[in-house]
């Protein structure tokens, strides 16, 4: 069976632009959480999303948005990218709430 | 604020022994647990998850739970080089609260 999948791998933007980074959940799935990682940090967290419906947002500005559709698929948004956004965007589903999460490889974001 | 907290380490052991990584979170009422390895450049793999006071063993792993003292612990026996890696603790308090990672304990192991 897939694991969860992430896309891009990796991507390079500048300061001002926006980013739309995609997760497919393991197949039966319908929990998905986005995080960030630094360098030296363990994952923050940023959404998360159970039935299409918003569950959990952390302590991100608004420029921060993300959704999940119906196939339990999600996306997640960044808008007015800054330096500091740099960073390993992961996606982790689970199969209900409060069950396990299994981590995508992540989508590693550059910001020049 | 729920905290999680980790040695961020070096902690390193010989091969052969037994790596103990130690965890404490902030959050009493927590009820689920979980240890993800990761390595470098990598993604969080999960490797344990523990629910109530006691052991859970799988293979090389233990899991030790004490929500009394509101610690949690991994042990790795008979050590690899290839554990070596940063283990992060992740707690899910209670209420409407997402999971809580901790910094990380970095694993190193000397053959």
């Known amino acids: 069976d897939a694991g969860v999948t992430q896309s891009p791998t990796h991507l390079i933007k500048t300061r001002g632009q926006h980013v739309t980074l995609r997760c497919s959940p393991i197949?039966?799935?319908?929990?998905v959480s986005w995080y960030q990682q630094v360098l030296g940090q363990g994952p923050q967290f940023i959404f998360q999303y159970y039935e299409k419906e918003e569950r959990g947002r952390g302590n991100f500005p608004d420029r921060f948005s993300a959704r999940q559709f119906p196939n339990y698929s999600s996306e997640l948004n960044v808008n007015a990218l800054l330096l500091g956004d740099s960073a390993l965007y992961l996606c982790a589903s689970s199969l209900e709430l409060g069950q396990p999460q299994h981590f995508g490889d992540g989508t590693r974001l550059s910001i020049l | 604020q729920k905290e999680v907290e980790q040695n961020s380490g070096p902690l390193s052991v010989p091969e052969g022994a037994i790596a103990s990584l130690n965890c404490t979170y902030s959050?009493?009422?927590?009820?689920?647990f979980f240890w993800y390895r990761q390595y470098s450049g990598k993604s969080p793999e999960l490797i344990m998850s523990?629910?109530?006071?006691g052991d859970k063993e799988d293979g090389r792993f233990t899991a030790q739970l004490n929500k009394a003292s509101q610690y949690v612990s991994l042990l790795i026996r008979d050590s690899q080089p290839s554990d070596s890696a940063t283990y992060l603790c992740?707690?899910?308090?209670?209420?409407?609260?997402?999971?809580?990672f901790g910094k990380g304990t970095r694993l190193s192991v000397i053959a």
């Open positions: 197949s039966g799935h319908k929990s």
């Open positions: 959050d009493r009422g927590s009820q689920s």
């Open positions: 523990i629910y109530s006071n």
């Open positions: 992740a707690v899910k308090p209670s209420g409407n609260t997402p999971l809580v």
